[in-house]
Nanobody, 117 residues
Framework: VQLQASGGGLVQAGGSLRLSCAAS????????MGWYRQAPGKQRELVAS???????NYADFVEDRFTISRHNLKNTVDLQMSSLKPEDTAVYFC????????????WGQGTLVTVSS
């Protein structure tokens, strides 16, 4: 499985960005898809995830600013980010995984989001 992320860039505080991730290869339809981020000097953390059934999960720091969406037939997952803050600056990674199945755990290459103050 390959995950291709896109959509990062430079944006001013308060602005918006949309990240997209497309999965290809031997994709399992019931895998969870989500977005993580890693800021310089910090650990990678979950931002949001969505199951194939549409159940969404967000980190507390999202505070209703981001929306994750998934298109099962296209094997894509997007992250719409609004009201961005400088502390949202990080490399964002998409991930596809199946809980309890370590053999199915894939990461995209990461896309940089920089929020200027």
């Amino acid at each position: 499985v390959q995950l291709q992320a896109s959509g990062g860039g430079l944006v001013q505080a308060g602005g918006s960005l949309r990240l997209s991730c497309a999965a290809s290869g031997s994709v399992v339809s019931n895998a969870v898809m989500g977005w993580y981020r890693q800021a310089p000097g910090k650990q990678r953390e979950l931002v949001a995830s969505v199951t194939s059934g549409g159940t969404e999960n967000y980190a507390d720091f999202v505070e209703d600013r981001f929306t994750i969406s998934r298109h099962n037939l296209k094997n894509t997952v997007d992250l719409q980010m609004s009201s961005l803050k400088p502390e949202d600056t990080a490399v964002y990674f998409c991930r596809s995984w199946i809980r309890g199945q370590p053999y199915y755990n894939y990461w995209g290459q990461g896309t940089l989001v920089t929020v200027s103050s």
